[in-house]
């Protein structure tokens, strides 16, 4: 539906899961990892078939430098609370701000109905 919107990876889940993403930045022709520190990164979660809606879910990312790493990279961690009563096809977007200069990458993101969520 969103082809040429697309530029992260699709992703699945099942409800009420931690999942803790990472996100590594390239240039446009993917020959070099580009350094995130100083950068502000937000998650967003829209519906799949009406885009436009407000997010169901926005967070904060985290600019971490991993051990044994010298570039930062970009951290996020939902938790069971942020996608325990979801499930279906959705839009998760990534905002980059670096020094003014935004960047937008987008991808697909399943999740699974979870049908016990009294352990959770």
Same mark, same amino acid.
């Given at each position: 539906?969103?082809?040429?919107?697309?530029?992260?990876?699709?992703?699945?889940?099942?409800?009420?899961?931690?999942?803790?993403?990472?996100?590594?930045?390239?240039? &446009?022709?993917? /020959?070099?990892?580009?350094?995130?520190?100083?950068?502000?990164?937000?998650?967003? =979660? +829209?519906?799949?078939? !009406?885009?436009?809606?407000?997010?169901?879910?926005?967070?904060?990312?985290?600019?971490?430098?991993?051990?044994?790493?010298?570039?930062?990279?970009?951290?996020? &961690?939902?938790? /069971?609370?942020?996608?325990?009563?979801?499930?279906?096809?959705?839009?998760?977007? =990534? +905002?980059?701000?670096? !020094?003014?200069?935004?960047?937008?990458?987008?991808?697909?993101?399943?999740?699974?109905?979870?049908?016990?969520?009294?352990?959770?």
């Amino acid at each position: 539906m969103y082809p040429d919107q697309i530029t992260l990876p699709p992703e699945s889940l099942i409800a009420g899961a931690t999942r803790n993403f990472i996100f590594y930045l390239y240039t &446009e022709n993917k /020959r070099k990892q580009i350094d995130a520190d100083g950068m502000i990164a937000r998650f967003s =979660l +829209t519906d799949y078939v !009406n885009e436009s809606n407000v997010p169901i879910l926005t967070k904060s990312c985290s600019i971490v430098i991993p051990e044994g790493e010298s570039l930062a990279i970009i951290k996020l &961690e939902l938790n /069971r609370n942020d996608t325990l009563d979801l499930y279906g096809k959705y839009i998760h977007q =990534l +905002t980059i701000n670096d !020094n003014g200069t935004v960047a937008i990458l987008k991808g697909i993101m399943d999740i699974t109905n979870n049908c016990d969520k009294s352990d959770i």
